[in-house]
């Protein structure tokens, strides 16, 4: 159990290749998540894998399909254990209410999130899609309804944790990637954000994938992120 902000995305194409990464960190200091890639490749191995280690896990698959559906994926996602599931917001109400009430009703304290809008989306993109606002306004939009629905945060930007505190308020959780610390590379991230400013932004949880997964030292990479946070 880990009272740490920190999540580390295991971005990787192989179970191997994921504990090798795990078995590097400690579970006292950081959460780990699991994507889609990761998952198809590996399936529940990777959660037992981990649980096991004594990780609290973020299952990263973005679930997006009709009520009933999405309410099963994310009973079997937390009946697995994990920590923390997400869905698109993009599904609508009656999904993201179906999903809660799911969790709620078989007791499951699973932390349940949404995706708003994939930052990888611009105004152009919208309007392709039928929706003609900007993606601030979807977002703002999107993030209202998720905490309507009965979910308990957002993966969002640091850039758009400060109006969602003041929108949704400090308890919403903010679930923020797209984080660099001032030590590490850009990478292909386009707006990023370093650990302590996102904190001071709003954002309750940070999601840092290269900076550490890629560090010749990844917990001395995770004890400078630490530090920059102190
Ligand atoms: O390596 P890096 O720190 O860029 O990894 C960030 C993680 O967060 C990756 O798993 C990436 O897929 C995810 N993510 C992101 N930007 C978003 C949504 C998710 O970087 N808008």
Not at 25 to 53: F, I, M, N, Q, W
Not at 168 to 188: E, Q, W, Y
Request: net charge negative; with cysteine.
């Amino acid at each position: 159990m880990s009272e740490s902000p920190l999540i580390i995305a295991l971005d990787y194409p192989s179970l191997d290749a994921a504990l090798c990464m795990a078995d590097q960190l400690d579970p006292a200091r950081c959460r780990l998540k699991v994507g889609k890639e990761l998952y198809t490749r590996s399936g529940p191995a990777v959660l037992e894998a981990l649980h096991g280690r004594g990780f609290e896990v973020f299952l990263d698959l973005k679930f997006h399909d009709i009520p009933n559906t999405v309410a099963g994926a994310v009973q079997a996602a937390a009946e697995q254990g994990v920590w923390m599931v997400n869905v698109h917001a993009g599904g609508g109400r009656k999904m993201m209410e179906a999903a809660a009430e799911r969790l709620e009703k078989n007791g499951l304290a699973t932390h349940l999130i949404a995706v708003t809008v994939l930052t990888s989306l611009q105004e152009s993109d919208l309007q392709e899609v039928g929706l003609s606002c900007t993606p601030a306004e979807q977002v703002e939009r999107l993030a209202r309804l998720t905490q309507q629905s009965g979910l308990q945060g957002v993966v969002c930007s640091a850039q758009e944790a400060a109006h969602l505190k003041t929108i949704c308020g400090d308890s919403f959780l903010k679930v923020t990637p797209g984080i660099r610390p001032s030590f590490a590379a850009v990478n292909d991230q386009q707006r990023i954000m370093t650990p302590s400013k996102a904190i001071q932004a709003g954002s309750t949880h940070l999601v840092i994938g290269r900076p550490v997964t890629q560090a010749a030292d990844p917990m001395e990479a995770l004890t400078a992120i630490e530090a920059e946070l102190a």
